[in-house]
């Protein structure tokens, strides 16, 4: 199996630092808004290069964080009059719904950062003890010049960053022994969350959070770190200063990164006003569509979204879950159970599409040639079974085709459509819960529909729905 690695620049050999196993670290988003499509990215490709790792036998332990504490979220509390912690909890919660809704499993472990601050200011104390860090006035900064292999994964020079680069550079430039010292504590301001320390009364700075929870749930060295090409620098390149001078010893060995996700062929962002959260998505799709056009491209080529593209990434799945229910359609209605001679040698072949799926999967992700080694056996299904075959045959068939679809995360079993009468017995049931303001139960309906395809709309007239 190879991996391009960013720090080498070039794909490498996966050696596991332990035999069976891989300890993966993926960047987890920061929890102040619904999810957008850009986040849900890296959330479906590592999610997918986790389903490998599992279906060749490895156990994977997959840590993701949740960045629960940041200006943006500090920003949106103090803009509705709530705190940090409310915001967070809830966003969290909508995330997990949309990774649900995306067939992302859940990590080994979702670290929050408040719950880890103690663990960062002993990394950060050791990081004063030896040298690397530094106090001014409650702030500790990192010297990056202190650390001789700085800008090894970004390959970027520390003299050419002086020169220009400010997403380094932060407030208190005065202080700082160098402009491209960075921050790992800063004292509180008015109105904000803070932790004591030893420093000031304050909170970690992004970086070190990573650092901090990468190490307690995985170890001082890991297999993977993971994430968007935006965190290449400075965020990942950090870490592995941080981490390297504290621990004295190689932080990760492969590091993969995804490429962006255009919109209409531009970058994504609010003011061009192309900006979609997973949950808008989702009114219009079914996020297994959503999935699967993610895994369409290979994950370190830029992806463009557009409505045409979903609209042939839904035809493409819908081709597989119309083959499978014909399968199913067909073992339910098999004439004969046992398998004849001619279909024990017409499955040996299915073999070849295995083998092509694996080697797809085997040069760095490639899922898009995986889904069409997918597309080649559901082909081969199509023109091999039928009313005549047996009940052995297409239920092999049917096993298959769903097995190499669940290594993508790619659900292609038809889902039951419900009756109107359901959907109508279903809304009633919601507007009763609203009126005793049980909306908990009011918003699991609505979230049980919308997993369905359906989608309601709170009008003046009442409740109006509509399949996806």
């Known amino acids: 199996m190879k991996l391009y690695n960013t720090m080498s620049k070039q794909k490498e050999e996966f050696v596991p630092l332990e035999e069976g196993k891989v300890k993966m670290y993926v960047c987890g988003p920061t929890v102040y808004n619904f999810i957008h499509i850009g986040n849900a990215r890296p959330m479906i490709v590592f999610d997918t290069v986790r389903r490998y790792f599992e279906y060749k036998g490895f156990d994977v332990n997959f ?25 967070s909890k809830r966003y969290i919660a909508e995330c997990k719904k949309d990774m649900d809704g995306m067939n992302v499993k859940p990590a080994t472990k979702n670290p929050l950062a408040t719950e880890e601050i103690g663990g960062m200011i002993e990394m950060i104390q050791s990081l004063i003890d030896k040298g690397y860090a530094y106090e001014k006035n409650g702030t500790v900064y990192y010297r990056t010049r202190q650390f001789k292999e700085y800008g090894k994964l970004s390959h970027k020079n520390l003299d050419d960053l002086r020169s220009g680069n400010r997403s380094l550079l932060v407030s208190g430039e005065d202080e700082k022994e160098d402009p491209l010292d960075f921050v790992l504590w800063k004292p509180k301001k008015e109105g904000e969350p803070a932790w004591e320390s030893p420093w000031s009364e304050g909170r970690p700075g992004w970086h070190i959070e990573c650092s901090e929870m990468s190490k307690k749930y995985l170890g001082e060295q890991i297999d993977i770190h993971a994430g968007g ?21 190689e932080f990760a060995k492969y590091w993969l990164h995804n490429a962006f996700l255009n919109i209409d062929n531009r970058k994504m962002s609010k003011s061009l006003g192309n900006f979609f959260t997973v949950r808008e998505i989702s009114e219009k799709y ?24 979903m609209e042939a990434a839904k035809s493409g799945l819908d081709r597989i879950i119309t083959a499978t229910d014909n399968l199913k359609f067909l073992a339910d209605n098999a004439k004969t159970e046992t398998l004849t001679d001619i279909e024990d040698d017409a499955l040996t072949k299915t073999q070849n599409y295995v083998a092509a799926f694996e080697k797809a999967m085997d040069d760095d992700f490639n899922t898009a040639d995986a889904i069409a080694a997918i597309f080649d056996l559901v082909k081969y299904a199509n023109t091999t079974a039928n009313g005549d075959s047996s009940k052995a045959y297409v239920s092999a068939l049917y096993e298959l085709i769903v097995k190499l679809a669940d290594v993508l995360g790619v659900v292609v079993e038809k889902k039951e459509e419900l009756l109107d009468a359901d959907i109508e017995a279903l809304i009633q049931e919601r507007q009763a819960a609203r009126k005793e303001r049980n909306f908990g139960r009011a918003d699991e309906i609505r979230d049980e529909l919308l997993a369905k395809g359906i989608i309601l709309e709170d009008t003046r ?8």
Not at 230 to 247: G, R
Not at 461 to 468: D, H, N, P
């Open 461 to 468: 007239e009442g409740v109006k729905w509509k399949r996806a």
């Open 229 to 249: 090409e935006d965190l290449v620098f400075p965020h990942h390149e950090n870490e592995i200063a941080q981490s390297e001078a504290a621990n004295g010893k």
């Open 63 to 87: 840590v993701s964080n949740f960045t629960d504490v940041d200006d943006k979220i500090i920003k949106k509390a103090n803009e509705e009059g709530v705190t940090a912690e409310e915001i």
């Open 286 to 309: 079914d996020l297994q569509v959503l999935r699967f056009f993610m895994l369409s491209a290979h994950y370190r080529s830029p992806l463009n979204f557009s409505s045409d593209l």
